[in-house]
């Protein structure tokens, strides 16, 4: 595929607003094999806090899940919506904490700026 081109580039997007009245609380499997403790008396083998064999996922697959502890609610309100215009050019940067990322260096910023004609 081809480079961007030096013209500058533009995307508008439009979205409805989204309010979580319930957000989730942390991640299910920081502990590989274990799962929060909490009520689940219906089921011995979860209430001891041991994931099931029936529950286990291969090992590569697993970690790559990023799973909350509970599940989350919210809303949107279709009234109200956000607009995001957003210009990229060649010569534009990433600074963070008025620290300049190194595109080339880090993966997960490369591919979320590859832009791409």
């Known amino acids: 595929m081809g480079r961007c081109s030096d013209e ?3 995307v508008e997007v439009e979205v409805p607003i989204n309010i ?8 299910r499997d920081e502990m590989w094999g274990t799962i929060p403790q909490r009520d689940n008396s219906n089921n011995p083998e979860i209430s ?6 029936s529950m286990l996922l291969n090992s590569r697959r697993r970690q790559d899940l990023i799973l909350p502890v ?5 809303l949107n309100v279709d009234a109200v919506v ?6 990229i050019s060649p010569n534009d940067s990433v600074v963070i904490n008025n620290v300049v990322v190194d595109l ?14």
């Open 8 to 10: 500058p580039r533009f």
């Open 20 to 27: 979580a009245l319930i957000k989730y609380w942390g991640k």
């Open 48 to 53: 001891c806090g041991i994931w099931p064999a």
């Open 70 to 74: 509970n599940s989350s609610l919210s």
């Open 82 to 87: 956000a607009r995001t215009r957003v210009r």
């Open 104 to 117: 080339d260096k880090s993966k997960r910023f490369r591919q979320c700026f590859d832009v791409r004609a």
